[in-house]
C-alpha cells in the first residue's frame, strides 16, 4: 500500500515493513519510482500489507464486531429506558403508552 503519512494509519502499519508512505507530490514521485524499480521489494511489501489486513478481517471476526456493537447498543438503551419515568418511556408500535405496564 501506498499512503499519505498519518499518525492514524501509522497506529496500524508500519513504514517500509507493510506500507510505503509519503508527505508531499515529491516525496510520492520518488517513492513509486522506487517501488517500480524493485519488483522484489514493492511485492514483499504489499504481500506483508495484505497479510496484516486480512489477519483482521475475517468472517467470524467481522461477526463478534457486529455482535458487540449490537450487545453495546442494546445496553445503552436498556440504562436510557430504565432511567426513564413511565411517561417518557417510548409506546411499542400498536400500542399506546398506558397498554404497556
Known sequence: MLHKRTRDLLDIFTEDENCVCFDDVDELV?????????????????????????????????????????VHCTFIKQVAINSMRPSQVPALPGRSSASQS
Open 30 to 70: 520518488s517513492k513509486v519510482d522506487a517501488l517500480l524499480a524493485d519488483d522484489r521489494r514493492r511485492n514483499a511489501i504489499a504481500q506483508r500489507g495484505r497479510e496484516l489486513v486480512e489477519s483482521g478481517h475475517s468472517w467470524d471476526l467481522r461477526a463478534r464486531t457486529i455482535l458487540d456493537h449490537y
